[in-house]
């Protein structure tokens, strides 16, 4: 028998395909969560492995870098936590007849379909591939956004996929104009869209095409980050699909199209006479940010409260890698991972509590630290981290991007800490609501899984208080590419 | 290239566009599918056009793809469907006929514009390919906004499809697997469009989007 070398990059990718033909096939419900957890761990130990092995050599269509390591790491992690938490969360949608079994054998495939197209779009190296598989991943969450069927669920689905599309189209359009930027210099075929060979000859390219081409990228991949103005689909789709979707498109869906974006925002940087990307990404992370931050104070429904949170944290990380330099990359970098990390660990918990309390509105959840003592403390404390209050490792990341812009373009620190007070503000009047008073509602017992909730906050917590060195050193390391 | 390859080229590149302002004014759902095949077969030539003069046979496939797929099958299930449901009534545009067009004709000299001057060094085929291609993908944005229609709307969405193949021939040497990939996307977006339609009209009773702008925004 001859013996097949261990390739991490490959089995990130043969793990959730096979996971779902098996699931696909898969009459039993209990089975299928519990494969799904399983093969969302064994992904996980794949990508983790990614520190160990050697480092594969960069091919045609896949490659591991320094940057793209975090992206798989983090996204499955979030993605292992969420299926244990969807384990859970399922169950009691069975129970109450949202879900019917056949559903679940569809949402479970496509959970696996959905690993498989992020993961494979952090490791193309080709452009084109790339594209296929955000587009990929975009149409599973458009199918599992509308699992319920519900007159919102639908409506929110058909809003996702329309202005989804657009994007994507923007996106395809702007990778052809990037590959007949590079024809003349790299040549036809397949390589003038391998991305090492991009960069690599950047700087000859017509700047003026690459202008055009990052102008339609942002706008394109923009849309799937939830930038405003294009953020329309964003809270609807967190609002009316099943949770733990919501945690994985804001814990990742948005990361991917961002490591997009910064994947062009590095190629245009290789060429010297191309306009800069960062103004461009500031004005549209300001414009999130205090656009999402005025909007968090109108909200009824809790899911939609957190989908303009993840608008607001979208657009403080496009600010931040939109800054550039060593340091504001470092604390994008860092946000980035916290947000993730944080806002799942949100939508854990307010999964759970919207089936306790049997409505998503807000103005009907009250007390949940005295019914729900745990599920409330957790759902205090993430939102504690995610308004950026210290301890926690926002606060850190925050503090970091506010002194880089101070040090960079001081004028600009005034729009981008009037954005986050007035944030701040919104969050914290919403959950003290939330969490304390007289309960209200059902005060049965929550059928919950709290291990995959307060894992994320005790990580958050941990880098609030203490990053290792060798972490700090990883992640410098990664600012310094970013340029 | 002779002078001869690049006027058809030319010719059929803008015939698309042609096409793609047939679709703004029909308000009929059923003409409007048929303007849709007209637009599919218009891309059809211009593909097969484009794999003759840059000696490069994979085009053929997409061409094939594109007169096999988009402008027959689809068009004929698609007319299947709106017999099903009944709806071969008017289509509501949210705007009128008139500023349609006009916004249609600043779209495409938007995009002459912006191509043409940003491109005077790369090779002509292609650079007035992209720029009728945006045209195409700017007019089917246009058909988006404007229908209300879900039918409609998927089929400004798929001639918006047709103008990114478009650019993805005119790009010489362009590689085959972004072919593929786009008409698979296109298979893939059909049949999302096909249970999105059933599920609407498994629950609605009408593919009338504007039904589903009721419950825009927060629940009260």
Redesign the interface.
């Known amino acids: 028998m001859i013996a097949i070398p261990f390739q991490p990059e490959i089995a990130v990718l043969v793990i959730p395909v096979v996971a779902a033909a098996v699931l696909a096939a898969l009459p039993g419900y209990r089975i299928a969560a519990r494969l799904n957890v399983l093969a969302s761990l064994l992904t996980l130990l794949a990508a983790l492995s990614l520190f160990v092995t050697k480092r594969p050599e960069t091919g045609t269509y896949l490659f591991v870098d320094d940057l793209n390591i975090v992206f798989i790491v983090l996204n499955t992690f979030v993605g292992f936590t969420a299926s244990l938490f969807s384990a859970s969360y399922i169950a009691h949608e069975l129970e109450t007849g949202r879900l019917t079994p056949a559903n679940l054998r569809f949402y479970h495939a496509m959970y696996q379909i959905m690993m498989f197209g992020m993961n494979l779009a952090f490791v193309a190296n080709?452009i084109?591939?790339m594209?296929?598989a955000v587009?990929?991943a975009t149409?599973t969450t458009?199918?599992m956004v509308?699992i319920y069927?519900t007159?919102?669920a639908?409506?929110a689905?058909?809003k996702y996929?329309?202005l989804g599309?657009?994007g994507i189209?923007f996106a395809?359009?702007g990778?052809?104009?990037v590959?007949?930027a590079a024809?003349p210099h790299i040549?036809?075929?397949?390589d003038?869209?391998i991305w090492t060979l991009l960069v690599e000859h950047a700087a000859v390219f017509?700047p003026?095409?690459l202008?055009?081409a990052f102008i339609f990228l942002m706008l394109g991949y923009g849309t799937k980050v939830g930038l405003a103005p294009l953020h329309a689909w964003l809270p609807d789709a967190h609002a009316e699909g099943p949770t733990p979707i919501s945690a994985v498109l804001s814990g990742l869906l948005l990361n991917v199209a961002l490591y997009a974006v910064l994947r062009f925002k590095i190629l245009l940087a290789a060429n010297p006479d191309a306009i800069g990307p960062g103004p461009l990404m500031m004005t549209l992370g300001l414009l999130s940010l205090i656009f999402a931050a005025f909007m968090l104070y109108?909200?009824?429904?809790i899911k939609?409260l957190f989908a303009y949170s993840s608008i607001e944290h979208m657009g403080i990380i496009v600010f931040a890698f939109g800054l550039g330099g060593p340091l504001a990359n470092f604390a994008g970098l860092l946000h980035m991972v916290m947000h993730s990390l944080t806002k799942s660990a949100i939508f854990y918990a307010v999964g759970h509590v919207a089936q306790v309390k049997g409505t998503?509105?807000i103005s009907e959840l009250r007390g949940l630290t005295e019914s729900h003592p745990a599920l409330g403390w957790g759902l205090l404390v993430g939102v504690v981290a995610i308004a950026g209050l210290p301890p926690m490792g926002i606060f850190m990341s925050e503090f970091l991007i506010v002194s880089s812009t101070f040090a960079v373009q001081p004028l600009l620190a005034i729009p981008l800490v009037f954005g986050l007070l007035v944030a701040f503000g919104a969050l914290l009047l919403r959950v003290t609501g939330i969490a304390f008073g007289e309960p209200t509602g059902s005060t049965a017992p929550a059928q919950a899984s709290y291990v995959p909730l307060f894992a994320h906050l005790a990580l958050v917590l941990a880098a609030g208080l203490y990053l290792p060195s060798a972490l700090v050193g990883w992640f410098q390391h990664i600012a310094g590419i970013l340029g | 290239m002779t002078s001869l390859s690049f006027d058809i080229a030319h010719l059929l590149a803008g015939g698309l566009v042609l096409v793609s302002f047939m679709m703004l004014y029909q308000d009929r759902l059923s003409a409007l599918i048929n303007v849709y095949a007209l637009h599919a077969l218009v891309l059809t030539l211009s593909v097969a056009w484009q794999a003759q003069v840059q000696h490069a046979p994979h085009l053929y496939v997409t061409a094939a793809i594109a007169l096999g797929f988009k402008a027959v099958v689809i068009p004929l299930v698609l007319h299947r469907i709106v017999r099903r449901l009944g709806i071969h009534r008017d289509i509501e545009t949210v705007v009128g006929i008139g500023p349609t067009m006009l916004a249609g004709m600043g779209l495409v000299a938007l995009s002459m514009v912006v191509i043409l001057r940003i491109t005077p060094e790369a090779d002509p085929l292609a650079r007035e390919d992209l720029s009728f291609a945006l045209s195409v993908l700017l007019l089917g944005l246009l058909v988006m906004v404007t229908r209300r229609n879900a039918v409609s709307q998927v089929i400004g969405f798929m001639s918006l499809e047709n103008g990114l193949i478009l650019a993805a021939t005119g790009a010489r040497g362009m590689p085959l697997v972004v072919e593929i990939s786009v008409a698979f996307s296109i298979v893939i977006a059909f049949i999302v469009i096909g249970i999105f339609l059933f599920r609407i009209r498994e629950r609605f009773d009408t593919v009338d989007v504007g039904a589903l702008d009721s419950f825009r925004g927060e629940r009260r």
């Not at chain 1, 040549?187 to 397949?190: A, K, M, N, S, V």
């Open positions: 080709n084109g591939l594209w296929v587009e990929l149409l458009v199918m509308g069927r007159h919102e639908l409506e689905a058909w996929f329309l599309s657009v189209a395809l359009f990778t052809i104009l590959y007949l024809r040549g036809e075929g397949d003038a869209m017509d003026a095409l202008n055009l109108r909200r009824r429904d939609r998503q509105r």
